[in-house]
């Protein structure tokens, strides 16, 4: 009981300062996560957990590498292991 009151406590002196420039793509990132996870739902009613379990596990780690790799260039790969990359 104590540990949620010192808690509260402690998080109401903190005052965040947001930019406002972030609240869409932040919005968005959610927007996504909430569809993500409604096909995951409507994906096991079609198909078997076993199906399902690894797409969802792997996958948004496989788009963010694409992401890293492809728009941000924070990984430096040569043009053959990026293609090699896509094509796996």
């Not at 994906?43 to 690894?54: D, E, G, K, R």
Request: charged content about 10%; aromatic content about 14%.
């Amino acid at each position: 009981m104590a540990e949620p009151r010192t808690d509260s406590l402690h998080f109401r002196r903190n005052r965040p300062i947001v930019p406002p420039f972030i609240f869409l793509p932040s919005f968005l990132s959610g927007l996504l996560w909430g569809i993500a996870q409604s096909s995951f739902f409507i994906a096991n009613q079609h198909l078997s957990q076993a199906v399902t379990f690894p797409i969802i596990t792997m996958l948004p780690g496989c788009v963010a590498s694409a992401w890293s790799i492809l728009y941000f260039h924070e990984i430096k790969v040569s043009s053959i292991l990026a293609l090699g990359f896509l094509k796996f």
